[in-house]
């Protein structure tokens, strides 16, 4: 009769602590139990190529990362994209969204911007035109511009930090909400603060991998 390898009985094998999520990778339960989650805005600057955005919603979607809003334009680098993201994580799940995009060869550099950053967002929030005074008083309340109307309906489109777009919305929702759009957060550091480093000062995907290969390579369980 064959025997295996020397060892344990299945019974004695030590079990790794901590669930799985849906990609089968485990979480590790002093993580979730000992950090809270807090929202904050990391900025990423990347290479303005074909496919980038794709590379980087794939990343999110494989790691279960708590990502809010995520948006993407040119810069003033025809060369350069900015993405933005706005995502909810304890702080070594915020880590660790920051760690994985400097994997991504298209990333230029990454960094969490300050709490005090300019963020903006804009919304197109379409209501029942039945009371046109009172809706346009509200929207001056919120510095709204009336972009399309109509007997039936007007199109308000609203600007501002995130808590000013939600409270206009509960606002305009005594009209009945028909629509709404919102263009998720974009951001820029303050004053003489970059929001990114330059391209001479990034560091690369590829020190980026040698770095956290040197100092944890247990990062990506």
Known sequence: MKRGLDGPTPEERPTPAGRRNKQGIRIDPEVEATHEPRRTVISALVAHEPGVLSDVS???????????????????????????????????????????????????SVRELEPDAMRRELALIKVRAERPDQVAAVADMYDGKTVDSSPETATIEVTGARRKIEAAIDTFSQFGILEISRTGTTALAR?????????????TADEANRDLQHTNPADDD
Do not use: C, H, M
């Open 58 to 108: 794939g990343l999110f979607s494989r790691r279960q990362f708590n990502i809010e809003s995520l948006t993407v334009g040119p810069t003033a680098n025809e060369d350069r994209a900015r993405i933005t993201i706005v995502v909810e994580e304890p702080d070594p799940g915020i880590d660790q969204v920051e760690k994985q995009l400097r994997k991504l060869v298209p990333v230029v």
């Open 191 to 203: 004053g003489t603060d970059r929001t990114a480093a330059t391209d001479s000062t990034a560091q």
